[in-house]
């Protein structure tokens, strides 16, 4: 089958593997429709995840129809159509059972290195290194599915992949962000980055009861699109202090809540502890560059929430804790608990209440697949989310 394969910092490529088979009696074999690429997947594309090995198989939001299932799997057959969730969950371990499904405790098979960085290792992932379990991802012809039976979402419409596929990662990851900000009504939320993270954040805000949101980027049709579709008030973070704009837009208050949809690769202008990041990145004496994270923390109001879907990988400096602390400020954040989310949101896109597909700007087969993450990298050509076909036309089904 044909997939894209990292080879090392920002060199992916499209080139033919053998495709996967059941290992497990609850796997299931997915022919992958439609898959996108991810702000996740940059964080690889760029080198910042050092547990990846060349001929790994990128892609963690797909999609598709199942092609084979496991003895095991009872719910699912030959035929259906499932999105499948980033995050790979047993539903059995104590983790899963609380539904903090991000936490499964039986599904990354290295827990090891992860145990070492952080103490404990979080859930596997689809095509995320081995940092989360070393499984294959989803931008390939064919995915193996772990706890198929858990896990797929069967969509019984007939609504497009476009409308349904973002279930797979960026929407609930949105929602989880809008969620974990305890958002009151009329409240005043701040989201720094208008990617597709953001971008979700911002419209399930909006459905929780926010009475304003205020978005943060410097890229210009991203700003736009939070303006025009998202109905924000943005700030251009290029032109001048977004601190000061916030304080003025609040009237010295802050934001209620605020959320860091950037993560690790924040860029910034000239700060003194964007420079500082940017050397000590440079000397390994530092793997994120939180500027995001600081911002937040002075920019929200006393007695706020920062919720931050935003990925972090390693360590981070100069964490303002003492204007943590003393505003009494709530942090709260996570891989989506993906499985609390996903039934609701096909629900709410069922009822026409939202359509995902706004924030597609680029749809391509996989093989322009690597040509498409230097072009989502760079926000070159109005990029905000792709889209890639593995297959020149669909199949018919047998
Ligand atoms: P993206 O790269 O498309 O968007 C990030 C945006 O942040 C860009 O538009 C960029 O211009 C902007 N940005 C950079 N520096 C900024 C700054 N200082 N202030 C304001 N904006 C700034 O990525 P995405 O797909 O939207 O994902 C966003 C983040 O969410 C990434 O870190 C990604 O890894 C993470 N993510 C987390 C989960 C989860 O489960 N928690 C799931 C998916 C993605
Ligand atoms: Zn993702």
Redesign the pocket.
């Known amino acids: 089958m044909k997939a894209l394969l990292w080879h090392g910092k920002q060199d992916i490529r499209c080139e033919t593997v053998p495709d996967p088979v059941i290992e497990e009696p609850t796997d299931a074999i997915v022919r992958i429709t439609s898959t996108a690429i991810?702000?996740?997947d940059?964080?690889l594309y760029d080198g910042y995840v050092p547990f990846m090995k060349p001929g790994d198989i990128m892609g963690h939001e797909p999609m598709g129809i199942v092609e084979e299932v496991g003895s095991a799997v009872t719910n699912l057959k030959r035929g259906d159509r499932v999105v499948i969730p980033?995050t790979i969950c047993c539903g059995s371990c104590w983790f899963c059972q609380k539904g903090l499904w991000?936490c499964c405790d039986t599904t990354n098979r290295k827990p090891e290195i992860a145990q070492k960085l952080m103490g404990h290792a979080p859930a596997g992932l689809f095509g995320y290194s081995a940092l989360t379990g070393e499984y294959p991802g989803g931008q390939a012809q064919f995915l193996r599915v772990p706890h198929a039976n858990v896990i797929c979402l069967k969509i019984e419409n007939s609504l497009p992949d476009e409308q349904v596929l973002f279930l797979s990662?960026?929407f609930p990851?949105g929602w989880?962000?809008a969620e974990n900000a305890d958002i009151e009504p009329g409240e005043t939320v701040a989201v720094?980055?208008?990617?597709?993270?953001?971008?979700f954040s911002i419209q399930s805000a909006w459905m929780m009861g926010a009475g304003r949101v205020i978005a943060?980027?410097?890229?210009p049709e991203?700003l736009r699109m939070a303006q025009e579709h998202g109905r924000a008030d943005v700030i251009d973070?290029s032109e001048g202090h977004?601190y000061d704009r916030i304080q003025e837009m609040t009237n010295g208050r802050g934001a209620d809540r605020c959320i860091d949809?950037?993560?690790?690769?924040?860029?910034?202008f000239g700060s003194v502890d964007s420079m500082m990041d940017a050397v000590k990145v440079m000397l390994l004496q530092e793997t994120d560059r939180p500027?995001?994270l600081r911002?937040a923390i002075m920019c929200c109001r006393k007695g706020g929430t920062i919720s931050m879907?935003?990925?972090y990988v390693g360590l981070g400096d100069k964490i303002p804790l003492g204007a943590f602390m003393n505003k009494g400020l709530t942090l709260k954040?996570?891989?989506?608990h993906m499985l609390r989310y996903m039934e609701p949101l096909l629900r709410r896109i069922e009822g026409g209440e939202i359509d995902p597909s706004f924030i597609i700007t680029h749809v391509l087969p996989i093989d322009e697949g690597p040509n498409a993450y230097k072009t989502?990298r760079e926000?070159q050509d109005g990029c905000?989310k792709v889209v890639l076909k593995p297959w020149d036309e669909p199949r018919a089904q047998a």
């Open positions: 991810c702000g996740s940059l964080h980033f991000s990662d960026v990851t989880m962000a720094w980055g208008c990617g597709p993270v953001g971008q943060i980027d410097r890229v991203r973070m977004v949809a950037v993560g690790a690769e924040a860029h910034a500027h995001v911002e879907p935003g990925v954040t996570g891989q989506t989502f926000k905000i």
